[in-house]
């Protein structure tokens, strides 16, 4: 028999419920669907979502290169200060995005402390470019593949790891044959709460990269600029976003969230 | 797999930290005081900021707080959310959008703004006239359109005839003029087209280059107290300040031009 749950409980779950999903139904009431064809086309639709996903998915895939092996790191170096590191890893989650992409600018802008160099000697502009948008954006998202892969590596049964050495496995082969296959389901969830957080950037990618329809504008800005010129247009963006994203979590069943 | 719910809880922290970016300051926060809010066009932002100082030494039984932002952004925020007593626009289009609903009182133009150019100080492109801004890769930062300094922006570049050129050469287009100017302050754009207070405000962190008046705009703004608001007469009181000598010397310390043109 299942117990009966507090009906306290309950009514509070059912604000929190009506909370999330208000503006949800929302945009879904609101939406111009009569001209939804006519929306859909006025603010570049088609353009945004192309640039999301490959700048998201960019990201995304920078972040899995680079944040893995820090992640390994992390969870694997003795090495002092590496608890301030994890700090400065984590930092990029907790700061707001605008500041992540100031940070950026006085960087690796072509006035900043790197990005200087890099005009001088190399003729290389960051800022206004797709490649911009995706530095600001795996800027951002990095952080959640790296969390996520380290707490696998820590939770795992390092016999496995020992075996696989002992029975005369390179320290690359029992990385790649042994510890990644088993932190697989982590890195896995990590890597698409990075992908999910990359489609959804939006601070870091204006202050940094700008706003430029097919360059720079992936969907959020192209929704906050279309709020301007087309309310209703700015609505279905959004819808595009809700819609993906229900998708995504509806494809990954309870996997995202730990619970399945 | 508690470490992947951990991430996602981390993930909702920073889902949440994302929407926090409104930009609104408050003078003085005295108690008694009314409090009465003011909408006003981001170009206005140091100028009313030091008005509102003003006022509310003059009169220490309000304190005025702004909020911030593009006009065409604020019309529609007044006339769903209803807290502004006041609005400062940077467009007729704007007040227009406010006077049909819920309707404005004492509107009146209290200030006008013209068009320039700037470039970071050192001038990397090169641009000397308006002309330059239709060199090949010159990148050109512009507000979007629908933005009231983005749209006169290209009321002038077609005005000067090279409005396809130039605009192929936006490598941005921002939400505001605060984030024009950022832009080439930070160095990263050759050129953008702001109005004449930014650059009183920005200092020599750009250069300016003038844009003549045959094909210059003149930006008027508007101000009026909004229908329905909650203090009336502080509302007039505040914008008779702005109109008043006072505020009309303060404004042009800020480079606005007097509402005659």
Redo the contacts between chains.
């Keep these: 028999m299942r117990a009966r749950l507090p009906v306290a409980i309950v009514a509070l779950a059912c604000v929190g419920a009506a909370f999330v999903l208000l503006p949800v139904v929302a945009l879904f009431v609101r939406a111009p669907w009569s001209r939804l064809g006519e929306a859909l086309s006025g603010v570049g639709a088609s353009t945004a979502l192309r640039l999301s996903i490959e700048v998201s998915l960019a990201a995304t895939t920078i972040s899995v290169l680079i944040g893995v092996p820090l992640a390994w790191v992390l969870a694997r170096g003795e090495f002092p200060g590496r608890n301030l590191l994890r700090a400065a890893v984590v930092l990029p989650i907790l700061l707001p995005p605008v500041v992540g992409g100031v940070g950026l600018l006085v960087a690796l802008g072509r006035s900043g402390l790197v990005g200087r160099w890099l005009y001088d000697v190399l003729g290389i502009q960051l800022t206004f470019t797709t490649a911009g948008a995706v530095l600001a954006t795996t800027f951002v998202s990095m952080p959640l593949v790296v969390l996520a892969t380290e707490a696998g590596l820590r939770g795992l049964d390092r016999r496995y790891e020992r075996a696989a050495a002992a029975m005369g496995g390179s320290p690359w082969y029992v990385f790649r044959r042994v510890t990644l296959p088993m932190v697989g389901p982590q890195l896995a969830a990590g890597a698409i709460l990075t992908w999910a957080r990359a489609l959804g950037e939006f601070g870091a990618t204006i202050t940094f990269a700008g706003n430029l329809a097919g360059r720079t504008q992936t969907m959020p800005l192209a929704v906050y600029e279309a709020r301007q010129v087309d309310p209703g247009g700015a609505i279905v963006l959004s819808l595009i976003l809700v819609v993906i994203s229900i998708a995504v979590l509806v494809a990954l069943g309870g996997r995202l969230t730990g619970l399945r | 797999?508690?470490?992947?719910?951990?991430?996602?809880v981390?993930?909702a922290?920073?889902?949440v930290?994302?929407g926090?970016?409104s930009s609104s300051t408050s003078t003085s926060p005295a108690a008694a005081a009314t409090p009465l809010t003011v909408f006003a066009a981001s170009s206005l932002t140091k100028a009313f900021t030091q008005i509102g100082q003003d006022f509310h030494t003059a009169n220490p039984d309000v304190t005025v707080t702004f909020n911030f932002g593009?006009s065409?952004?604020l019309a529609?925020q007044i006339q769903s959310e209803g807290t502004a007593d006041v609005f400062a626009s940077a467009s007729g289009t704007a007040m227009d959008t406010l006077q049909s609903a819920p309707g404005v009182t004492d509107r009146t133009n209290f200030a006008t703004n013209r068009l320039l150019i700037i470039t970071?100080p050192d001038n990397p492109a090169g641009i000397t006239s308006v002309n330059d801004l239709t060199r090949p890769g010159v990148?050109l930062?512009l507000a979007?359109?629908?933005?009231p300094v983005g749209d006169y922006a290209r009321e002038a570049l077609k005005s000067a005839g090279i409005l396809a050129q130039a605009t192929a050469n936006?490598?941005?287009?921002?939400?505001d003029d605060a984030?024009v100017v950022a832009?080439v302050t930070?160095?990263?754009?050759d050129a953008a087209i702001v109005y004449t207070s930014d650059v009183a405000s920005a200092g020599d962190t750009v250069r300016s280059v003038a844009i003549p008046s045959a094909v210059n705009v003149v930006a008027t703004y508007p101000i009026a107290v909004v229908d329905g608001n909650a203090y009336p007469d502080q509302a007039k009181a505040f914008l008779d300040y702005v109109v008043g000598p006072t505020g009309q010397a303060t404004l042009a310390t800020f480079g606005f031009g007097p509402p005659s043109g």
């Design positions: 797999m508690l470490a992947v719910r951990r991430a996602a981390l993930f922290v920073a889902a930290s994302v926090c970016s593009s065409t952004d529609p970071p990148k930062v979007a359109e629908g933005v936006v490598v941005s287009n921002e939400d984030s832009k930070s160095g990263d754009a």
